[in-house]
């Protein structure tokens, strides 16, 4: 098949922009959370950590579709379906006049965002394969890691000249050019004949095989701990940098240099993952990040949850680093076994992991009472139970038995 894109370099563009859609659409609103929740009538101060909490519950529940649904209609109309109700949301929440219609709008691109996410993964995978699929995803990730760092500075600066309700605007018409870009240069990479019938015992099978599996059980569930830890993170850090320690328009300063230690330890991770293996490098950053915790939960509670800044900030910057070496090897992990249902089994645990991770975010960001305390419970107690499931999903398992690359 003749690709339209003229380059690798174009595709990788095009894939790294259309994966972003996620992330941009988290990270650019972070300073005007305030604002959105004040301007629209926010019963509650910690109500506008739903605005986040209901975007990732709608992509939680959007990833068990458009993995299915790209495998039976093609790639494209997928991700057309997917970006289309994003623009929706994204419409619905910038001309909104209450506060319910944000949460519905949000959920809706939260839904529609997932398509974007999940297609552009299986575009990769159908136009290359072994090592240069692994160079254009390492690409990809690149640009995708550079998107927290740079987006809250972006909407702080959106709200320096004009209100949150831009930033909507802008991501609307993001959108749009992202599918006239997909509509003119770039074809649809999954031919009719090996399409496959959209159904729900397929998905059903994922589910049941995945939840037979201890190590795809126990490695979903970790990830659902892990990035819940990171959702309560994103619920409370506008809270806590902005009101809390007052660092006004320095917020997103400081939410990219924490941005960045995630994207660090990705770069270490792929230079060190083949020599220690992938289990051994988790189980130890995970060790100690549990440790870190424990320490720095005591500490911020004889401090009445008053860290100092710099204090907080390296904490936050060790867990981070800590994390960033989990996500990965934790996603791998929960796959290993999956092989014969790789479609299917990626869109469950991706949608387990993000409900359970949903739930653990929530939990602890409504708990925000004007100090970190919260925060690093929540970071605590998803670093122990991520030990613990992991600890007895790997029990009884036998060296030999693991692949190569992990010995």
């Known amino acids: 098949m003749t690709r339209k894109v003229t380059s690798d370099a174009e595709f990788i563009a095009l894939v790294a922009l259309t994966t972003s859609l996620v992330a941009m659409s988290?990270?650019?609103?972070?300073?005007?959370?305030?604002?959105?929740?004040?301007?629209?009538?926010?019963?509650?101060?910690?109500?506008?950590?739903?605005?986040?909490?209901?975007?990732?519950?709608?992509?939680?529940?959007?990833?068990?579709?458009?993995?299915?649904?790209?495998?039976?209609?093609?790639?494209?109309?997928?991700?057309?379906?997917?970006?289309?109700?994003?623009?929706?949301?994204?419409?619905?929440?910038?001309?909104?006049?209450?506060?319910?219609?944000?949460?519905?709008?949000?959920?809706?691109?939260?839904?529609?965002a997932a398509g974007p996410r999940i297609v552009s993964v299986a575009l990769v995978r159908d136009?290359?394969?072994?090592?240069?699929?692994?160079?254009?995803?390492?690409?990809?990730?690149?640009?995708?890691?550079?998107?927290?760092?740079?987006?809250?500075?972006?909407?702080?600066?959106?709200?320096?000249?004009?209100?949150?309700?831009?930033?909507?605007?802008?991501?609307?018409?993001?959108?749009?050019?992202?599918?006239?870009?997909?509509?003119?240069?770039?074809?649809?990479?999954?031919?009719?004949?090996?399409?496959?019938?959209?159904?729900?015992?397929?998905?059903?099978?994922?589910?049941?095989e995945t939840f037979r599996n201890r190590i795809a059980l126990g490695?979903?569930?970790?990830?659902?701990?892990?990035?819940?830890?990171?959702?309560?993170?994103?619920?409370?850090?506008?809270?806590?940098?902005?009101?809390?320690?007052?660092?006004?328009?320095?917020?997103?300063?400081?939410?990219?240099?924490?941005?960045?230690?995630?994207?660090?330890?990705?770069?270490?991770?792929?230079?060190?993952?083949?020599r220690f293996g992938l289990r051994r490098l988790a189980r130890t950053a995970l060790v100690i990040n549990c440790a870190l915790c424990l320490c720095a939960l005591l500490v911020t509670w004889a401090l009445g949850g008053h860290p100092p800044l710099f204090a907080f900030v390296v904490f936050m910057l060790i867990c981070f680093f800590c994390n960033g070496l989990l996500f990965g090897n934790f996603s791998a992990r929960a796959m290993e076994p999956m092989g014969h249902v790789a479609g299917v089994a990626s869109a469950v645990i991706g949608s387990v992991s993000g409900a359970i991770a949903l739930l653990m975010g929530t939990l602890f960001g409504r708990a925000y009472d004007g100090t970190v305390l919260p925060l690093v419970a929540g970071f605590t107690s998803s670093a122990l139970l991520a030990l613990l499931v992991t600890e007895v999903a790997e029990r009884g398992t036998e060296r030999a038995a693991e692949p190569a690359f992990e010995r």
């Open 26 to 112: 988290i990270d650019t609103m972070l300073p005007a959370l305030g604002a959105m929740a004040s301007e629209l009538g926010a019963a509650h101060a910690n109500d506008r950590q739903l605005i986040l909490s209901v975007f990732f519950a709608g992509m939680s529940v959007g990833q068990l579709v458009y993995g299915p649904l790209s495998d039976s209609t093609g790639r494209k109309p997928a991700l057309y379906l997917g970006i289309a109700l994003f623009m929706v949301g994204g419409a619905i929440c910038a001309l909104t006049r209450t506060f319910t219609w944000l949460l519905v709008g949000r959920a809706l691109s939260g839904f529609g």
């Open 219 to 274: 490695y979903t569930l970790g990830s659902g701990f892990v990035f819940g830890a990171f959702i309560s993170y994103l619920s409370m850090s506008q809270q806590v940098f902005q009101e809390q320690y007052g660092l006004g328009s320095l917020f997103p300063v400081f939410f990219g240099l924490l941005a960045s230690a995630i994207g660090l330890a990705s770069f270490v991770n792929g230079k060190l993952v083949m």
């Open 127 to 208: 136009a290359h394969s072994g090592s240069s699929m692994a160079r254009v995803m390492s690409f990809v990730q690149t640009v995708f890691i550079l998107v927290p760092v740079l987006a809250p500075s972006v909407g702080q600066a959106v709200l320096t000249v004009t209100t949150w309700r831009a930033i909507f605007a802008a991501l609307v018409v993001v959108a749009a050019l992202n599918v006239v870009w997909l509509a003119m240069r770039q074809p649809e990479t999954l031919p009719p004949a090996l399409r496959a019938p959209f159904s729900l015992r397929s998905i059903g099978y994922g589910c049941a």
